[in-house]
């Protein structure tokens, strides 16, 4: 028997593929612009598995010190925001999501759980076994893009929103104040917003994460060649770019680039364009910002959401935040 899980779809697989030649046209066919393309052309079938592998790498503190945050105060959160309804936006890691079903259940109010990912197949997976486990909730999965289909869910009983992973740093200041904005603008007084934000720490540590010695995140980043030569029939040779993942100071963010190691010219058939790089020259695959405590809770107070809760793990490498409606 199929448990019951019920989907509602934004995007199908051809908006992915059109959406992807207009941000390659934008970012990389523009002569003199520099190079760029969206993180989220990273998560192909092999991309979210390295990506999967990135998180259990030693210098990759991120989803073990958010993990250890929500082991120790799931309670708290739930207990704070009563919710009837989690909302969990890219519905990654399901050993969080988890958690924070468990603490809402055993809070009482739990009814819905609504995860929102760009992926339909990943999504109906990890949304029919939510179902299998946890038996009397409704499960109701969104296939949407979040820079789009934000608050393009069922609206019933208290809503909390969870954006974990720190997957808001991708977003640069000016699109994250939209996207609080907008998701603000979606919620109802007493909803809430469960945000994960990774912290300012050291150089070191920050380039470690990003660089790591096994070149897990080297072959994540050159990833996304593979996946414009698969759906562009492009002839990227990956290994003539390399990745290099530094501290961005005055941005506060780290950038992931890959960069050609030689003059060469790349052919886009699908786009009836040619790609052209210089030697050095950086093709920008995505920030991830770094964050001051109190930061988050200026921008959340700038969408008019406050913050009620703010936890952070033992070491002070990474903080939840709760906020309100
Ligand atoms: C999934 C966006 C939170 O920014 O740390 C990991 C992605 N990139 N290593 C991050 C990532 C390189 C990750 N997020």
């Not at 104040?177 to 469960?194: I, K, N, S, T, V």
């Not at 995140?217 to 996946?227: E, G, H, I, S």
């Not at 030689?262 to 920030?287: D, H, I, K, S, Y």
Request: a negative charge.
């Amino acid at each position: 028997e199929r448990p019951a899980v019920t989907m509602q779809v934004h995007v199908r697989p051809g908006d992915a593929r059109r959406t992807l030649r207009a941000e390659v046209l934008e970012g990389l066919c523009v002569e003199g612009r520099p190079k760029e393309l969206s993180p989220k052309w990273l998560y192909d079938e092999r991309g979210s598995q390295l990506f999967d592998d990135i998180t259990r790498l030693p210098e990759y503190y991120p989803t073990r010190r958010e993990r250890e945050i929500l082991r120790e105060h799931a309670r708290d959160i739930a207990r704070a925001c009563a919710a009837h309804t989690l909302v969990e936006l890219g519905s990654g890691s399901s050993e969080k999501t988890r958690l924070l079903l468990d603490a809402l259940r055993e809070e009482g109010g739990l009814e819905r759980f609504i995860p929102f990912d760009v992926s339909e197949s990943f999504l109906r997976q990890s949304a029919e076994a939510v179902a299998r486990d946890y038996p009397g909730l409704h499960v109701h999965a969104v296939v949407g893009d979040f820079e789009r289909h934000l608050g393009r869910w069922p609206r019933e009983g208290r809503l909390l929103v969870a954006f974990l992973g720190g997957t808001i740093g991708n977003l640069k200041p000016p699109e994250r104040a939209r996207f609080y904005a907008r998701l603000a603008e979606g919620m109802e007084p007493g909803d809430g917003l469960l945000v994960g934000t990774d912290l300012l720490k050291s150089r070191s540590r920050l380039f470690a994460a990003y660089n790591d010695r096994a070149g897990v995140t080297a072959a994540f980043n050159r990833n996304v060649l593979r996946v414009l030569n698969h759906e562009l029939q492009a002839d990227f040779d990956p290994e003539a770019f390399e990745h290099l993942a530094p501290f961005d100071e005055e941005n506060q963010w780290v950038e992931m680039r890959l960069v050609s190691t030689r003059a060469q010219a790349v052919r886009l058939p699908a786009l009836e364009r040619f790609v052209n790089f210089a030697e050095g020259e950086v093709l920008r695959t995505e920030v991830s910002c770094k964050f001051h405590p109190a930061q988050v809770q200026e921008e959340l107070a700038a969408a008019g959401l406050e913050r009620v809760g703010y936890w952070t793990d033992a070491a002070g490498d990474f903080a939840l935040s709760l906020a309100l409606k």
